[in-house]
């Protein structure tokens, strides 16, 4: 028989989603199952509701479906768009939310910008005016994967109608759950629609956990550890002492970009706070710094589309710490000098 093989060391998969999951969170996904329409699961629903507030900043009930976050990019589409929306895109992840429009027989309107840029007010503004959508001027409909519980996401101060994330992300848990909170204005709209579907209908979702009952049979393990996690972030001071750790995480890879040379996508009034994409010398190809670190025992990501030979992405997300950071940023130096 073969020697089991050591677990990895938690701290070192930088990937920007899914990201480590610390061995707390790991652990309490062992717990024996319990009934889906049983009292346990309805005390564990409600357990977790006020918590879950907090992270979305809301004072509305908040979603939470064994799906990924696409499920619920659906959900926005199929409960808040009557006949066009305008789509906002500026790379992968975007595209997709433009074509789940069209795949769910709705006209799409597209304001497109390259990769590595940022959709200014100014050129929404003049969308808006010259197009005639009845998602953006009306429902504002929100992706919030990368930026949920990594930086700051009012979503009742800033009056988004449906805004979701997944939990493989800042939330730093396995992949499998979307979370999502929807404004009355949402729900009135998707009572007026036809043919919403039924997994993703989000009357019949919100019905459902106003009373603390999954619509489905949950992923009951991801409930432990979305519970597991919760606690840990209350620990950690809240979500505000998360965005705060998130932001230091970023300013060091800033900082550090420029001590190298190491030209930063995109300009600095619009990066992310929970992934930062370099782009890497013309004689260091993507592809083999990224393997050169796998090799030394740390995972960070190649980049995306058109831009996977030419950049790398660090996910400096979730759980990590600007310590780990600067030990995968020491090792990192080596390969793009």
Known sequence: MTAPTAPPVFGRFFLPGPTDVHPEVLAA?????????????????????????QLFRTSRIVLVGTTSATGFMELAVRNGVRQRALSLVNGAFSERFAKLVRACGKECIR????LGCAVEPDMLRDALRRTPV???DVLVLVDAVTSLAGSPVETDRWGLDFVFTGSQKALALPPGLALGVASERMLERARALP?????????????????????????????????????????????????????????RVE???????????????RRSW???????????????????????????????????????????????TVGALEELLALLAGLVS
């Open 195 to 251: 043919n919403r579907g039924l997994y993703f209908d989000l009357v019949s979702f919100t019905e459902a956990t106003v009373k603390h009952q999954p619509t489905n049979t949950p992923a009951i393990s991801l409930l432990y550890a979305l519970e597991t996690q919760l606690g840990r972030i209350e620990r950690e001071g809240g979500v505000e002492a998360r965005w705060r750790r998130h932001d230091a995480m970023r300013s």
């Open 111 to 114: 304001l497109d910008v390259p």
């Open 29 to 53: 996904m062992q717990r024996p199952m319990i009934g889906h329409r049983s009292s346990a699961m309805e005390r564990l629903l409600e357990r977790l509701a006020p918590s879950l507030a």
């Open 134 to 136: 009845d998602a953006v």
């Open 255 to 269: 900082a550090w970009s420029e001590e190298r040379g190491v030209p930063f996508l995109p300009r600095a009034e």
């Open 274 to 320: 929970t992934v930062s994409c370099l782009k890497v010398p013309e004689a260091r190809g993507a592809k083999a710094i990224v393997g050169a670190l796998k090799d030394a025992g740390w995972t960070i990501g190649a980049g995306y589309g058109s831009l996977k030979e030419t950049t790398i992405r660090i996910g400096h997300m979730g759980d990590h």
